[in-house]
């Protein structure tokens, strides 16, 4: 019964904005680093935002200054707040919670996609007019 459900995509216009949310069950999210990542049609899936346990967090280059990752322990949830969104940010987004303490303890590696023990299904996020 360990489950991440990932909700919030949908179809934005470029520069709008959207806030994915990962919802955990059957575990407590508190001991677990959490990872949004996304995959593009023929692209490879890649990280884009990460949390350890402690509220570390580490980000791609492309989403700096743009996405917001942040978690409420007591909801057992996660958060992706992504704003200006650009076309390119068109992809399927998954959260990932692991606990390896290469990602628990240290924001360096966490988007890392085989650290991670859980997956949610996916939520889509079109950028487009």
């Known amino acids: 019964q360990l489950q991440l459900v990932e909700s919030g995509g949908g179809l934005v216009q470029p520069g709008g904005s959207l806030r994915l949310s990962c919802a955990a069950s059957?575990?407590?999210?508190?001991?677990?680093?959490i990872g949004w990542f996304r995959q593009a049609p023929g692209k490879e899936r890649e990280g884009v935002s990460c949390i350890t346990t402690g509220g570390r967090t580490n980000s791609a280059d492309s989403v700096k200054g743009r996405f917001t990752i942040s978690r409420d322990n007591a909801k057992n949830t996660v958060y992706l707040e992504m704003n200006s969104l650009k076309p390119e940010d068109t992809a399927v987004y998954y959260c990932g919670a692991g606990l390896d303490l290469s990602i628990t303890a240290s924001q360096a590696m966490c988007r890392v996609g085989r650290a991670y023990d859980y997956w949610g299904q996916g939520t889509q996020v079109t950028v487009s007019s």
């Open positions: 059957g575990f407590t999210l508190d001991y677990y680093a």
